[in-house]
């Protein structure tokens, strides 16, 4: 009896997954097989499977297009997005630490102004920025971009409920009695316990500046500085009068996904640990 | 098109402006404003050619005194023009600017632009261009001019010559003739062409042919006209097809538009000199077999062509350096040597008389059965007519256009309908950005 109740049971669920990892996947897989065929075959070929493997000649052609500006995009993107998740990481774990231990006059007030952060899209603050920036003949550098991607409110509200419930009062006390400075104590002993989730703050973050296209589309207009979002979208507008571009924002699309690919891979069972964690506690 | 209410209240003022100040002030005041500076100068050029650099690199070679940077972006309703709008509320524009010959009156209006002839060299070199597209850039207006006429689009008939030949239809001259073909071709198992419903351009280029003429300024107002008896009968003529399912309708520029073409399903397109490049390569397969004709006429004997897009290069009203941007607006735009790289680098068609007979025109293509085929565009260029005019708001024109010919080729209402959808909404966002506007 039990037996087929149990296949029942776990039929559903692993149905729904395999629909949701389908419809997940298959753009990916479309991707793939896009990427790995020549112009001619990737009109006239079934596009979710393989004609010619031509994946390494292609991304030959793209590393070569225009003397490797492509490689130069990711590497920005890398910076930009490494560089501000990383400082954009510590400055919140800062802020949520600082507002959870430390007893203050209207800090109840400064978390709310955070919160309230939370809830301004990224995109509505692209122009005033711009603005801003232009105020102080700043636009079109690399801080125009950088400097703005490091605020990220969200990771101050979870550094903050994290911070609250991981790092004990008596803990903080005993370092202090023990002649630790503040600062020493935070990165000592704070950021190890709230580490889970400062990984889950730093994949938020990552994501989010990765995928923030309308500020560098704003401020930015030398192509040197462009990340490769914004530079593949350039070059998909220009499909229409240089058709060849197509393959090449294909190819530029596979490869400008693998480090998030690869943040994931890395970071994930952090961040499984840091989910689970905040949600028993 | 997103702008903001800020940006609406300049445009009254400054299509105010456009109206009453122009003839009185410009002799005077912006002829000094075009004077050449002293020292050496920079300048910065926005465009998204594919190439510029070699073509720029070419001009900062010969000219250390005038050294200009290339910027880059995506085209312009990809973004490109959005940045201008926002760099004119700051303050901090290029010196030059690509801006399509449809997107410029938005500038216009926005004030954003500065007259190019009231430089000296640019009135003198007026007669250089064809002029139609000098059109593009006055307004038809005598003294004034809001850039430096680029490229252009003359449309012909692209045809696939083998199928043509093979089922004994004749290539058509007229329209008429192109819809007894349609029938034709139907039968031999292929659409004459694919009706591009989401690309309102491609349409606006046969309303151009047929005499349509959707906006006029007398500066003071605008007019606002997509539904003359000249569109109306173009709309006609395509609901007509579409009806009939004689044409395809994939959307533009997509792979599945690529393959009609590719897997000879799709006989011929009406478009424009640039369309060459885009046959050749998204349909690599069917090399050798096209043909280009001049355009269908509405009546026989007629020579009449319609344009399909094309740009100007605009001078920014902040520019320090109105006059070296001139001069070298006007070096990229009519020296053999500039035009030639432009059509290396981006396929550019010139907007000059002179360039459209250079030599790298004049080669035989492969592709099209060693046809020279910029023969016949060139010809094509100097049978645009040149009143046509562009309003201050395409792009809210185009997507309304372009959803109601979305539903028109899905089988809801007709293209008929769908343009007079979009000459009340066009009205509607002229009066919203404060746009004066006749009804």
């Known amino acids: ?281 | 098109m997103r702008k903001s209410l800020a940006a609406a209240l300049i445009s009254v003022l400054a299509l105010s402006a456009c109206g009453s100040g122009d003839d009185s002030s410009s002799d005077g005041a912006s002829a000094a404003s075009c004077a050449p500076s002293s020292g050496p100068v920079s300048l910065t050029y926005t465009t998204w050619i594919p190439g510029i650099e070699n073509v720029v690199k070419a001009w900062n070679d010969k000219n250390p005194n005038i050294q200009v940077k290339v910027q880059t972006g995506p085209n312009g309703n990809g973004g490109t023009y959005q940045n201008f709008f926002n760099q004119l509320k700051a303050g901090n524009t290029p010196d030059l600017g690509h801006i399509e010959y449809d997107a410029l009156p938005s500038f216009r209006v926005q004030d954003g632009l500065f007259d190019v002839a009231s430089c000296d060299i640019v009135a003198k070199a007026k007669d250089q261009f064809i002029p139609w597209t000098w059109n593009q850039v006055s307004f038809g207006e005598e003294k004034t001019a809001w850039g430096i006429p680029q490229d252009s689009g003359p449309m012909a008939l692209f045809y696939r010559a083998d199928l043509f030949e093979k089922n004994g239809i004749a290539i058509p001259k007229t329209w008429e003739e192109y819809a007894a073909a349609a029938v034709k071709v139907k039968a031999a198992g292929g659409y004459i062409t694919n009706f591009s419903q989401s690309d309102i351009n491609q349409f606006a280029g046969f309303a151009w042919q047929a005499g349509g003429r959707w906006f006029a300024n007398d500066g003071q107002q605008w007019t606002v006209n997509l539904t003359d008896d000249n569109t109306k009968k173009v709309a006609d003529y395509w609901q007509d097809l579409i009806s009939k399912k004689l044409v395809s309708t994939v959307p533009p520029w997509t792979t599945e538009w690529d393959n009609a073409y590719n897997s000879s399903s799709a006989w011929t397109w009406v478009s424009a000199v640039w369309g060459a490049n885009s046959i050749m390569s998204g349909a690599p397969k069917t090399a050798g077999k096209w043909r280009v004709a001049p355009m269908p006429q509405w009546s026989a004997g007629e020579n009449v062509a319609g344009n399909w897009g094309g740009s100007a290069t605009a001078i920014f009203k902040n520019s320090k350096h109105p006059y070296e941007a001139a001069q070298f607006a006007l070096w990229l735009n009519t020296s053999e040597e500039a035009l030639a790289l432009l059509n290396k680098e981006a396929q550019l068609y010139p907007a000059t008389t002179a360039g459209t007979k250079y030599s790298y025109l004049a080669n035989p293509v492969e592709f099209y059965g060693d046809q020279k085929i910029y023969e016949l565009f060139a010809e094509a260029a100097t049978q645009v007519t040149p009143d046509f005019t562009w309003g201050p708001t395409m792009t809210s024109t185009y997507t309304s256009a372009s959803d109601g010919f979305k539903a028109a080729v899905s089988g809801q209402g007709t293209l008929n309908d769908a343009l007079t959808k979009a000459q009340t909404s066009t009205i509607d966002t002229l009066k919203s950005q404060a746009i004066p506007v006749k009804e």
């Open chain 1, 1 to 281: 009896m039990t037996a087929p109740v149990l296949i029942k049971q776990r039929a559903l669920p692993t149905l729904v997954m395999a629909v949701c990892t389908l419809y997940f996947l298959t753009p990916i897989w479309w991707l793939f097989v896009g990427a790995s065929k020549n112009a001619d075959q990737f009109t006239s070929t079934n596009p979710l499977w393989f004609a010619d493997f031509d994946l390494f000649t292609n991304i030959g052609d793209l590393l070569a297009y225009r003397d490797g500006v492509f490689l130069r995009w990711m590497l920005n993107s890398i910076l930009y997005t490494g560089g501000a998740a990383l400082l954009g990481t510590v400055l919140a774990a800062m802020c949520g630490y600082a507002l959870a231990k430390y007893r203050f006059r209207g800090r109840e007030l400064l978390f709310n102004v955070v919160l309230s952060g939370v809830l301004v899209p990224a995109t509505a603050l692209a122009l005033p920025l711009f603005l801003m920036f232009s105020k102080v003949d700043a636009t079109n550098t690399f801080w125009a971009v950088f400097l703005p991607s490091l605020v990220n409110p969200f990771g101050v509200y979870l550094a903050r409920i994290y911070a609250t419930a991981s790092v004990p009062d008596e803990l903080l006390e005993a370092a202090r009695i023990d002649g630790s400075g503040e600062i020493r104590t935070f990165f000592k002993v704070a950021t190890r316990l709230m580490f889970p989730a400062l990984v889950t703050i730093f994949l938020f973050h990552f994501v989010a500046v990765w995928n923030n296209f309308l500020l560098p589309l704003i401020m930015l207009s030398d192509e040197r500085l462009f990340p490769v979002t914004l530079g593949l979208y350039t070059w998909n507008t220009q499909v229409n009068q240089i058709p060849e571009l197509r393959g090449l924002v294909i190819i530029g699309a596979l490869l400008s996904i693998t480090p998030l690919v690869i943040a994931f891979l890395l970071l994930q069972r952090f961040w499984r640990n840091g989910l689970g964690a905040g949600a028993v506690k």
